[in-house]
């Protein structure tokens, strides 16, 4: 089915309607470019250290033979755990250029979510960093996993700088707990000694094509046990090229030097691994590495080294940056794109984003399934509009009813996406692929949305996320944006709670940011500028607030700790 596309006509100049995803055939080809193309280029710094494209070629290749070596077929998933750390960089590099697919893995993840993804994804191999060795541990011997190669904090590092920062991270922060991992059934070998081994081995470049699956990326599972959302290389590809598309016009007014990016966001996190690994490869970036975003005096101060010019994040972070004051001493006279991902980037946070550093916040919208981007703001937006923009080049945007029926421009419906960049479905579930994804090939995003004249495209909110008070429908983004408007919110989150009266009720949680504001002031400010069934009928006031380690805030368990109540 053919639909409309409004927004074409309000795209960037020089931004195009569509891309070639067919310009690689896979991430194989576009990475052995960015080696060659860029190779004396920097490509990532972690802690003051910086590593060239020709190293990371150099290290990469060895990796994949140390892979190769161990038999596994072409096709076989490999586990990468860990944070923002230079091992994470090679090891992408190495799992594809081996012919493998990518198990991304969330460190922080309980024994029992561990186990979910490596039984379901049937990983065969991890690589580890030690510190989260002893949650591998726990589940190892119920897994696939035969191989564990095992990464050390300053492996990458000089020799003495990486001696020191493994002594202090191992026995004065006691960042890595007492693990025992089993040396019978499984092959456990340090990051050194895999690099080493391959180094003197053979390797063979894989014919990968297009439709080979290049990752497992898993879901939150917000609606049920956690799935892998089947990345092919044609699908990421075709994001590299959409948000390169989409950059270029306020990227190019640098000229031809290389770009500095910050990854804050986790390389396990889909946002991160494309617009900064893989899109930074493609042009030839650098990227500044910050394994932990919550340390924000370590995060300035590392950014006090670098003339910044790509910021992607999350709202949480753009927030806690912004109003921290040191953060408003750096230099931000290179600063292009801040994109705003993940979470609905709210209009307190982008306009005192824009006062500390002269660069408006751009919001995108994507998911897993979309690898990630699909819609984004114009780059030359100067102002927030609680939008998440336009459909990406190649990319259609449908606003479907419950019966998948496509909507008239104006009406609220479920948001659909459809492009080269959507997954080829969920891994080993097509039960679940069945019930995102139309007869025409539109994907199901389980967002409410509706788009305008100009095919500017606003989510009014997750279906399971509206609270319903008394017949009406009351969306949480809403009175979230306009509460955190409020000069004495940090931030906060409305959720529904059930209701004798109403049958549910918005309940209100917010960390403040002046100490005095009181529940009472609060209410009476909700009530100047909300309808009186929004407005929240409690409120709770907390030091902090639950969220995802992208940052993200967790309506769902502040739900579930009223059900518990």
Not at 126 to 131: C, G, T
Not at 170 to 175: G, I
Request: aromatic residues 8%; proline residues 5%.
């Amino acid at each position: 089915m053919t639909i409309s596309q409004p927004w074409l006509a309000s795209y960037e100049p020089g931004v195009p309607a569509t891309i070639n995803p067919g310009e690689y055939n896979s991430l194989v080809d576009l990475l052995d470019q960015a080696f060659k193309q860029h190779a004396k280029r920097d490509m990532a710094a972690f802690m003051g250290v910086h590593w060239t494209f020709e190293q990371v070629d150099e290290l990469s290749r060895s990796l994949a033979a140390y892979f190769q070596s161990l038999g596994l077929a072409k096709g076989a998933r490999v586990a990468l755990m860990m944070p923002n750390v230079p091992q994470y960089v090679v090891a992408i590099a190495a799992v594809l250029r081996a012919g493998y697919v990518v198990v991304n893995v969330n460190p922080l993840y309980t024994p029992r979510e561990l186990e979910h993804q490596l039984k379901d994804s049937g990983a065969e191999a991890i690589v580890i960093l030690e510190n989260f060795a002893v949650t591998l541990q726990e589940v190892i011997a119920r897994t696939p996993v035969k191989t564990v190669v095992l990464a050390a904090m300053g492996d990458l590092l000089p020799f003495l700088k990486g001696a020191l920062v493994n002594f202090v991270v191992r026995n004065v922060k006691k960042m890595v707990p007492a693990f025992s991992l089993p040396t019978g059934s499984v092959k456990v070998v340090t990051f050194k000694e895999a690099l080493a081994k391959g180094a003197s081995a053979k390797y063979n470049r894989p014919n990968m094509q297009a439709n080979d699956v290049a990752f497992l990326q898993y879901t939150g599972g917000t609606t049920g046990v956690s799935k892998g959302a089947t990345l092919l290389h044609s699908n990421v590809v075709a994001n590299i090229l959409q948000n390169e598309a989409w950059y270029k016009p306020q990227l190019s007014k640098l000229g031809n030097q290389p770009l500095v990016a910050v990854c804050a966001l986790p390389l396990y996190h889909i946002f991160a691994l494309t617009v900064c690994y893989f899109m930074g490869a493609r042009m030839g970036s650098l990227n500044i590495l910050i394994p932990n975003p919550r340390d924000l005096p370590a995060v300035i101060k590392t950014l006090s080294k670098y003339k910044i010019n790509q910021f992607p994040a999350v709202n949480t972070l753009f927030n806690a940056l912004a109003n921290h004051p040191d953060f408003a001493k750096l230099d931000f006279s290179g600063l292009k794109v801040s994109m705003g991902g993940g979470m609905a980037v709210q209009q307190a946070t982008a306009e005192k984003w824009t006062k500390v550093t002269g660069c408006s916040i751009v919001e995108g919208y994507g998911l897993s399934e979309t690898s990630p981007v699909a819609t984004a703001n114009r780059l030359d937006n100067k102002e927030f509009n609680g939008s998440i923009g336009y459909p990406l080049p190649s990319t259609e945007v449908a606003i479907l009813d419950d019966d998948g029926n496509h909507l008239a421009i104006g009406s609220v419906g479920e948001i659909a996406i459809r492009g080269p960049q959507v997954m080829a479905g969920y891994w080993q579930r097509a039960d679940e692929t069945a019930k995102v994804m139309t007869a025409d090939n539109f994907f199901r995003t389980g967002d409410i949305g509706v788009m305008d004249s100009s095919g500017q495209v606003k989510i009014v909110d997750r279906k399971k996320d509206m609270i319903l008070v008394s017949g009406f429908n009351v969306y949480p983004n809403e009175v979230e944006q306009v509460v955190n408007l409020h000069p004495g919110v940090l931030e906060c989150a409305a959720v529904g709670v059930p209701d004798e009266k109403s049958g549910e009720a918005v309940k209100l949680f917010v960390v403040r940011k002046d100490s005095t504001l009181t529940e009472a002031q609060l209410k009476a400010y909700c009530h100047e500028q909300l309808t009186g069934y929004k407005c929240p009928k409690y409120v709770e006031f907390r030091n902090d607030l639950p969220k995802t380690n992208v940052g993200k805030i967790l309506r769902r368990e502040l739900r579930d700790e009223k059900k518990a109540a």
